[in-house]
């Protein structure tokens, strides 16, 4: 796979990076090299490689602000980051950039730097690919099952370091407010540092409908991150293959539970997942083990916990129901040391 690839490395320590450049070169790619982000964008603009592999803290122009560049100058060019575990929440930054997967410093088995390239460029010439992010190198979400070697070194990296690993998942929640037509979405969440946070994503659809969930990664215990990234995984291609012919939450459940079962490293864990069609102003919620209250000016509603995402959670019953143009406040509860709250309403005008 790697045989004749064109490879750019932008990394300043001369050590690591020969290191790199040599191991690289035995796997027959042709490289070129760059000792900060200045010089990278430089190289670019002479020649574009097959993949790019840099690192996060470089002097003159700092990775971040290089990979921010390459995102907009380059959108196809397939990225990989470098990165010591004390830049978790600026992996998860880049990685919300398009990049396309990490490793962490210093490299315990070079090979896993040839697997991890390979990985990336193997779906390089997929037309839908840039709609995956890094968690898609570490789960098959097709075969339902997780792409072993690789996913196994980076979570053994990040279990050996708790911290590292909350600031990945942190650094993955999305902005707070997010806005599609006349419609718009803003959470609020107060957690704790010391455990595993609770994790939401979502995303606008172009038919109207708003999907998106909560994770409670402490409630898997040790296999939070696992987990919790196996999620992210799976409801995106889910979002991207299957919810735009479906328009029943339950299905998404079910996708979500059999990945959780096949996985070998995800177990049972609570959240909570919806759906909002802004055509019809319907809602969907499906509770797997954390309660909530849905708050609108007609009052408001409990949402019971029910059975927790990996053990049955696809026969909880769905609340359905309409808001009023004033919206809805989803005001989740049993998150022991987080509160969180999703509000969904009308755009101001």
């Known amino acids: 796979m790697l045989d004749g690839k064109e490879v ?49 803290s470089m002097p003159v122009m700092n990775g971040m602000e290089f990979v921010e560049e390459v995102s907009v100058q380059y959108p196809m060019l397939p990225v990989v980051v470098l990165s010591g575990t004390e830049k978790m929440s600026d992996v998860a930054t880049a990685l919300r950039l398009g990049v396309k ?64 690993a909350r600031d990945l998942l942190v650094g993955l929640m999305p902005n707070t407010h997010s806005k599609q037509g006349d419609w718009e979405l803003r959470y ?5 540092a010391e455990v595993s946070p609770v994790l939401l994503d979502y995303t606008w659809l172009m038919d109207g409908r708003l999907a998106f969930y909560l994770i409670d990664s402490d409630s ?16 995106n291609d889910y979002l991207r293959t299957q919810l735009p012919q479906q328009h029943d939450i339950t299905e998404l459940v079910k996708v979500l539970e059999n990945g959780i079962m096949h996985s070998g490293y ?68 049993e998150l022991g040391s987080a509160t969180f709250s999703i509000t969904i309403g009308r755009t101001n005008r």
């Not at 609020?188 to 704790?192: A, R």
Request: glycine fraction near 6%; charged fraction near 20%; aromatic fraction near 6%.
């Open 220 to 235: 898997a215990k040790d296999a939070g991150t696992a987990t919790t990234l196996l999620i992210r995984a799976f409801f």
């Open 266 to 333: 995800a177990t049972p864990v609570k959240g909570i997942f919806g759906i909002f069609n802004a055509c019809d102003c319907s809602l969907q919620i499906v509770p797997t083990g954390i309660g909530a209250n849905l708050i609108t000016a007609e009052g408001t509603r409990p949402v019971a916990a029910m059975n927790w995402l990996g053990k049955s959670a696809q026969k909880n019953p769905v609340l359905r129901t309409f808001l009023p143009d004033s919206g809805a406040r989803l005001s989740l509860s």
């Open 101 to 164: 997967d990490f490793l962490i410093k210093p490299l315990s088995d070079i090979r896993s730097l040839g697997t991890a390239l390979s990985s990336v460029l193997s779906t390089a010439d997929d037309a839908i690919s840039h709609q995956h992010d890094f968690s898609h190198h570490w789960f098959d979400v097709n075969g339902m099952q997780a792409q072993n070697d690789e996913l196994e070194r980076h979570l053994n990296e990040l279990q050996e370091n708790p911290v590292a």
């Open 188 to 192: 609020q969440v107060l957690q704790s």
């Open 8 to 56: 750019l490395i932008v990394e300043d320590d001369p050590i690591f990076r020969n290191m790199i450049v040599q191991y690289l070169k035995t796997e027959g790619c042709q490289i070129s090299e760059a000792e900060n982000g200045l010089e990278g964008l430089r190289a670019l603009r002479n020649s574009i490689p097959d993949l790019l592999l840099c690192d996060l």
